[in-house]
C-alpha cells in the first residue's frame, strides 16, 4: 500500500511538471524555459536574439540620421537661397544708377542675411551641431565682437553604422558648405593663399600657419635670426613680421620696425634677438621670440604632426608655398563664405576691411573681386549639397535593409523559438484526461479499507 502511494505521487509530480511546461510555452509562445532545456536549441535561439537586438540599434541610429540629414538638406536649400539673394543683391547695387544712400540700405539687408547664415551654420539637431565635422558637441562656427565669423569644425565627418561592423559618413562639414575653395595646388605645384584661408590637403587633414621650432630668443644658443628677403617672420604674439622695401627692417601691420643687418637680397639677412633695434609706434609689446613661418599639418584628432612646409612671402597673395612632388597630393586653400559677405558690406559702406574710408572706385573693385567670390561660395554650396544628398541616399538604402533584416531574424526567431501550439493544446487534453484517470484511481485507492479489501 506504501509502495502503491510512493509511484502515485511520483507519477503525480511528473504530471505536475508537465502541466508547468505546457502552461509556460502557451502564455509566453515559447518553446524553452530554461536553457538546459535544450542547449543546441538554446544556443541558436541566442544567436538570433542578438542579432534582433543589434540589427534593431543599427536601426535607430539609421533613423536618427536621416533626422539629421533631412535638417542639413533644408538648411542648405535655405543657405543657398541666401547666397542667391546676397549675389543679387551685389549685382544691382555694382552698377553706375545705384546712389550711395540705395547702396547703404542693401548693405543694412546683407547684414541681415549674414545673421541668418550665422544662424543656419550652428543649426543643431537632439543637441548636436550639424556642420560641425567630427566632433559634433563644438559649436562650429564663432562671432567675435567685430563681427568677424571664424570656423572651430574640421573637415572629417562622423561615421554611422549601416552593418554590424561596416560604417558610413554622414552629413556634410563646415569645409563642405561655408568655405569655398580660392586656390588648388596640385604635387609640385606652388600654392597661393591669403592669411584668412584654411588649407586642407587630399586626406582633409589641416595644415596650420605657425612658426618654426624652437623659435631664436636673446638666451638661444645662437640669439641671431637669419631669413631670405621673402621669409616672413613671426613673433610669441601671432604678430607677423616682413622686409621692408629698403631692405633695412623688418616690419608689421602697426608701423613697428626692428632693425635688420645683411642683404641686401639675394643675400640672406639677419636680426640679432639680443639686442633688437626697435621703433615703436603703437602699443605693441616688443616681441622677445621670433621664427619664421611654415604650416604643420594636423591629425585627425587635432594633434599636430612632424610634417610641416616651408612658406614664402606669395607674389598675388600673402603666401606660397611649394608642394610635395608626391603622386596624388592635392591642397586646397579654403575662403571663408562669411569674410565675403563682409567684404560685400563694407565695400557698400564705403569701408575696408580694417573700416578706414575708400574711395567709391576702390569699392567698385571690392565689388567686382566679391561677385566673383560670392559665386565660387554658392557653387561650394550647391556641391556640398549634392554630396549630403549621395550620404542620404546611402543611409535610406540602408535603412530598407537593416529593416528587412530585422524581419527575416524575426521570422527564423519565431521558427526556431516558438512553441507548437496546436501540438501544446493536445498535449495539454491529453494530460487533463490523465490527470482525471489519475485522481480518480487515487479517490479509489483511499475508499479501500480492510473489511473492503476482504470482500
Do not use: C
Not at 549674414?114 to 562671432?143: C, H, R, T, W
Not at 639677419?270 to 609689446?285: E, F, I, K
Amino acid at each position: 500500500m506504501i509502495r502503491s502511494t510512493s509511484e502515485m505521487l511520483f507519477r503525480l509530480s511528473n504530471l505536475n511538471n508537465e502541466q508547468q511546461r505546457i502552461s509556460y510555452q502557451m502564455s509566453s509562445t515559447k518553446i524553452l524555459q530554461y536553457g538546459s532545456d535544450d542547449a543546441n536549441l538554446f544556443t541558436r535561439d541566442i544567436y538570433l536574439d542578438d542579432k534582433i537586438k543589434v540589427y534593431e540599434g543599427i536601426k535607430l541610429q539609421i533613423q536618427k540620421t536621416n533626422a539629421q540629414n533631412n535638417v542639413s538638406d533644408s538648411t542648405l536649400d535655405e543657405i543657398k537661397n541666401l547666397l542667391t539673394y546676397v549675389k543679387t543683391e551685389l549685382i544691382k547695387a555694382n552698377t553706375d544708377t545705384v546712389s550711395q544712400n540705395a547702396r547703404e540700405a542693401i548693405a543694412v539687408n546683407l547684414k541681415g542675411v549674414k545673421e541668418n547664415l550665422y544662424m543656419l551654420s550652428n543649426e543643431q539637431v537632439e543637441g548636436e551641431y550639424i556642420y560641425a565635422g567630427s566632433d559634433s558637441m563644438i559649436k562650429p562656427f564663432v562671432q567675435d565682437a567685430s563681427g568677424k565669423v571664424t570656423y572651430q569644425g574640421d573637415s572629417f565627418l562622423r561615421k554611422t553604422a549601416v552593418e554590424d561592423g561596416s560604417y558610413r559618413e554622414k552629413g556634410v562639414t563646415g569645409f563642405e558648405t561655408f568655405l569655398y575653395t580660392a586656390e588648388i595646388g596640385l604635387k609640385g605645384e606652388t600654392l597661393n593663399f591669403e592669411k584668412t584661408d584654411r588649407i586642407i590637403d587630399e586626406g582633409r587633414f589641416e595644415w596650420k600657419l605657425e612658426g618654426v621650432t624652437p623659435s631664436t630668443t636673446a638666451t638661444s644658443p645662437s640669439p641671431v635670426l637669419s631669413f631670405d628677403a621673402n621669409e616672413p617672420l613671426i613673433d610669441e604674439n601671432g604678430t607677423e613680421w616682413r622686409l621692408n622695401v629698403g631692405g633695412t627692417a623688418i616690419e608689421n601691420d602697426a608701423g613697428d620696425s626692428i632693425a635688420v643687418a645683411g642683404g641686401p637680397a639675394p643675400a640672406p639677412f639677419s636680426v640679432d634677438m639680443s639686442a633688437l633695434a626697435y621703433t615703436p609706434s603703437g602699443a605693441n609689446p616688443v616681441p622677445t621670440e621670433l621664427s619664421k613661418i611654415q604650416i604643420v599639418k594636423y591629425d585627425e584628432e587635432g594633434n599636430k604632426t612632424d610634417e610641416v612646409l616651408a612658406v614664402k612671402n606669395g607674389t598675388n597673395k600673402d603666401y606660397e608655398v611649394v608642394l610635395p612632388n608626391v603622386d596624388g597630393t592635392k591642397f586646397e586653400a579654403k575662403g571663408n563664405t562669411f569674410d565675403v559677405v563682409d567684404k560685400i558690406i563694407n565695400a557698400l559702406e564705403l569701408k575696408d576691411a580694417a573700416g578706414n574710408t575708400i574711395t567709391k572706385a576702390e569699392a567698385d573693385a571690392e565689388l567686382g573681386e566679391a561677385l566673383d567670390m560670392i559665386s565660387q561660395a554658392f557653387d561650394t554650396a550647391n556641391v556640398g549639397h549634392a554630396k549630403l544628398g549621395g550620404r542620404n541616399k546611402v543611409f535610406e538604402i540602408s535603412l530598407e535593409r537593416v529593416e528587412s533584416k530585422i524581419n527575416q531574424f524575426d521570422i527564423m526567431s519565431h521558427e526556431v523559438g516558438a512553441a507548437d501550439l496546436t501540438k501544446l493544446a493536445v498535449e495539454a487534453k491529453a494530460l487533463e484526461v490523465t490527470f482525471t484517470a489519475l485522481y480518480s484511481t487515487i479517490n479509489k485507492m483511499n475508499q479501500l479499507t480492510l473489511v473492503n479489501f476482504v470482500r
